[in-house]
């Protein structure tokens, strides 16, 4: 399938490693952030969200931690297995009126066995 | 499982041509959007609709680019002409309501402009 992992920032674990994603966001006025993952030749598929009035929020085998103070967010995958190798996308939804997905930069994740 | 359709999923076209995409949501989802993602970039959202009301265009270039989505279902996504810089995976997304942090994405149209 066709990649779309070039130029991108990439994290190369072993299967059964935990894995960190970094992203910075940048509206503060921002009512959620979302993790989002995007195999080779497919769509986004969505992960997990948080509300910006929340620090964690855990789902099977991955947490999200918000930290306001500096515009980090981060999405933590346990047990990291080769199922896991995709391009991961942090996304920004600012409802004013309506609502809009911003996504960041991407982060490709190559899990060996 | 109900999923996003698009067509074609690949297109090559010559610069100054007609290009037009197709995407059928989930059924039942009212909020339907097209993105633009440009390789090795996240998606970008060219326009959205609830129902068939355009609810978001701002980012798309309508000089050449219009997209329709007449009975609230299906949706068409039309460049006119197509230009070298327009190369990119068109994405369609839908989503149950307006403000859903979960949208499900179709496969994408990769779009050649030679």
């Known amino acids: 399938g066709e990649s779309v992992g070039l130029h991108l920032p990439t994290l190369s674990v072993q299967e059964g490693d935990n894995s960190i994603i970094n992203c910075a966001y940048s509206n503060s006025a921002s009512d959620y952030f979302i993790w989002y993952k995007q195999e080779s030749g497919k769509g986004p598929q969505f992960i997990i969200d948080?509300?910006?009035?929340?620090d964690k929020r855990q789902g099977q085998r991955v947490t999200v931690l918000l930290n306001k103070t500096v515009k980090h967010l981060s999405l933590q995958i346990a047990a990291t297995q080769p199922g896991d190798s995709a391009v991961y996308f942090c996304a920004e939804n600012f409802f004013s009126g309506y609502s809009t997905l911003t996504f960041g930069k991407g982060t490709m994740l190559l899990v060996s066995p | 499982e109900a999923e996003v359709a698009q067509s074609p999923r690949y297109k090559i076209t010559e610069k100054s041509q007609a290009v037009a995409f197709w995407c059928d949501p989930i059924?039942?989802?009212?909020?339907l959007y097209w993105y633009r993602q440009i390789l090795g970039q996240g998606p970008e959202l060219l326009v959205q609709f609830q129902d068939e009301s355009v609810v978001d265009d701002s980012q798309l270039p309508k000089d050449r680019f219009s997209a329709e989505r007449l009975k609230g279902v299906d949706s068409t996504l039309k460049i006119q002409p197509a230009e070298l810089g327009d190369s990119a995976m068109y994405l369609c997304?839908?989503?149950?309501?307006?403000?859903?942090?979960?949208?499900?994405f179709g496969p994408g149209t990769r779009l050649t402009v030679l």
């Open positions: 997304a839908s989503s149950i309501r307006q403000g859903d942090n979960e949208q499900f």
């Open positions: 948080i509300r910006s009035n929340m």
């Open positions: 059924s039942g989802h009212a909020t």
